[in-house]
């Protein structure tokens, strides 16, 4: 088939941007493992996560005002 001025030309897709750095060490993400660089730094982050490392600074909130029912305690008596 013959190209015509109707028939839209082949490209090349844009150029990919840089992917940030890994945010555990700091080294090039890869895009396997997006935003780290390796399933070690994404374990990491994932136990940070899990241990509670990442809490955003705030006043304590007081369960009477969520409206939550109140924690049951093992209280013996």
Known sequence: MADNENTPRATEPPPAKPLKPCAVC?????P???P???ARCADIDLGRWLKGS???PGEPVDEAETGLPPRERDEDG
């Open 32 to 34: 396997r493992y997006k």
């Open 54 to 56: 990442y809490v955003i």
């Open 26 to 30: 700091g080294k090039p993400a890869q």
């Open 36 to 38: 780290f660089c390796s």
